[in-house]
């Protein structure tokens, strides 16, 4: 084999192993610091939230693109993420950022629900949506939230603490 | 709460992963314990201790420590 060849076959492997995919099949999961991902996702669902409350006509599909699109994105944050899922081992400090990190994460979700439903009954009462404007808002927001459940919870251990490199 | 982890892991020439797999944690989190950015708990602190040989006060402080140098002179000056 030339050293072209197996130079390239190495930095195949090295780009394989940059996914996290080989640990993810193997069960151990490379868990990283994702911050600007999470912002990404968030933008995207928000925008996307915002142009479906201002435009609940024929444009909507925009704004549900644009949800769908965050939703997809910060359901990527558990798989890759800093936090370890429920069933992966984690010692006192990956315990602790794992709890406070969720309760950010559904405090915010809480939130976005509270003021989505009320703002939803309050349009559908002065009548400025229909019942099936409002039906079509309800759904966005609950992707909406979905996406805010995934992608807060990261956002916010990403951004608690500075990685730490194996030099350091 | 301040502590002396680097140091008495350099002079015990330990590797961050070696403390961490003798204290049952993940590497990462003798960093982040290091760098100040997370309180062990009790359970960690002794254990952390015991690795070391030393009592707990001597590698946590809730205070900071005096730096290595001021210490080295006052020594040399006390003897």
Same mark, same amino acid.
């Given at each position: =084999?030339?050293? !072209?060849?197996?130079?390239?076959?190495?930095?195949?492997?090295?780009?394989?192993?940059?996914?996290?995919? +080989?640990?993810?099949?193997?069960?151990?999961?490379?868990?990283?610091? @994702? *911050?600007?991902?999470?912002?990404?996702?968030?933008?995207?669902?928000? $925008?996307?939230?915002?142009?479906?409350?201002?435009?609940?006509?024929?444009?909507?599909? /925009?704004?549900?693109?644009? /949800?769908?699109?965050? %939703?997809? /994105?910060?359901?990527?944050?558990? $798989?890759?993420? +800093?936090?370890?899922?429920?069933?992966? *081992?984690?010692?006192?400090?990956?315990?602790?950022? !794992?709890?406070?990190?969720?309760?950010?994460?559904?405090?915010?979700?809480?939130?976005?629900? %509270?003021?989505? /439903?009320?703002?939803?009954?309050? @349009?559908?009462? =002065?009548? $400025?949506?229909?019942?099936?404007?409002?039906?079509?808002?309800?759904?966005?927001?609950? %992707?909406? =939230?979905?996406?805010?459940?995934?992608?807060?919870?990261?956002?916010?251990?990403?951004? !608690?603490?500075?990685? $730490?490199?194996?030099?350091? | 709460? &301040?502590?002396?982890?680097?140091?008495?892991?350099?002079? &015990?020439?330990?590797?961050?992963?070696?403390?961490?797999?003798?204290?049952?944690?993940?590497?990462?989190?003798?960093?982040?314990?290091?760098?100040?950015?997370?309180?062990?708990?009790?359970?960690?602190?002794?254990?952390?201790?015991?690795?070391?040989?030393?009592?707990?006060?001597?590698?946590?402080?809730?205070?900071?420590?005096?730096?290595?140098?001021?210490?080295?002179?006052?020594?040399?000056?006390?003897?």
């Amino acid at each position: =084999m030339n050293d !072209r060849r197996h130079r390239f076959l190495l930095w195949l492997d090295r780009s394989v192993e940059w996914t996290g995919i +080989p640990s993810l099949a193997e069960g151990t999961p490379r868990r990283r610091h @994702l *911050r600007w991902l999470p912002l990404l996702a968030l933008l995207l669902a928000s $925008i996307g939230l915002t142009w479906c409350a201002m435009h609940s006509g024929r444009d909507y599909w /925009i704004g549900y693109s644009l /949800i769908m699109a965050g %939703f997809f /994105i910060a359901n990527l944050m558990p $798989i890759w993420g +800093p936090l370890r899922r429920l069933n992966e *081992r984690a010692d006192e400090y990956e315990r602790k950022q !794992r709890r406070d990190s969720f309760m950010v994460g559904l405090a915010t979700t809480t939130a976005a629900g %509270f003021a989505g /439903i009320w703002l939803t009954v309050g @349009l559908l009462a =002065m009548q $400025i949506w229909s019942a099936s404007a409002a039906q079509q808002e309800l759904m966005a927001l609950g %992707f909406y =939230m979905m996406a805010l459940f995934s992608a807060v919870p990261t956002l916010y251990a990403s951004w !608690r603490t500075r990685p $730490i490199t194996e030099e350091e | 709460m &301040h502590n002396r982890i680097a140091i008495f892991r350099a002079e &015990h020439g330990l590797s961050r992963r070696q403390l961490a797999e003798v204290v049952d944690v993940n590497p990462q989190t003798i960093g982040y314990l290091e760098r100040g950015d997370y309180k062990p708990s009790l359970e960690l602190a002794l254990k952390v201790a015991a690795v070391f040989d030393v009592p707990v006060e001597l590698i946590f402080s809730l205070t900071p420590f005096e730096a290595i140098g001021t210490t080295l002179r006052r020594t040399g000056i006390d003897q």
